[in-house]
């Protein structure tokens, strides 16, 4: 069983920056990619960045160049750095822990709310 904790949302302005994280109960990055998904009331769950086992790293193209995902394996946490937020970007976002070996195994964590308004 992986636990997940997220934590470092809040409202913050147009154009600001925030930077989530989201603590492992383990060392689980050798074996599971490690996702941010965020969900905006009224609207399906998106996928916003991920990371894998080996480090390579992607993104939704809504993102790209404004988040970066990383990860600290000292710390069994992953991040998510997010610069120039915009209102749309408002959602609850969640930290998941999905097995490489095995895709219907995943864990999700509780979600943090992120709110970009002037």
């Known amino acids: 069983q992986v636990q997940l904790v997220e934590s470092g949302g809040g409202l913050v302005q147009p154009g600001g920056s925030l930077r989530l994280s989201c603590a492992a109960s383990?060392?689980?990055?050798?074996?599971?990619?490690m996702g941010w998904y965020r969900q905006a009331p009224g609207k399906q769950r998106e996928l916003v960045a991920a990371i894998t086992t080996g480090g390579n790293t992607n993104y939704a193209d809504s993102v790209k160049g404004r988040f970066t995902i990383s990860r600290d394996s000292a710390k069994n946490t992953v991040y998510l750095q997010m610069n120039s937020l915009r209102p749309e970007d408002t959602a609850v976002y969640y930290c998941?822990?999905?097995?490489?070996?095995?895709?219907?195994?995943?864990?999700w964590g509780q979600g943090t709310q992120v709110t970009v308004s002037s």
């Open positions: 998941n822990a999905r097995s490489s070996r095995y895709s219907n195994i995943y864990y």
């Open positions: 383990g060392s689980i990055f050798a074996a599971y990619v």
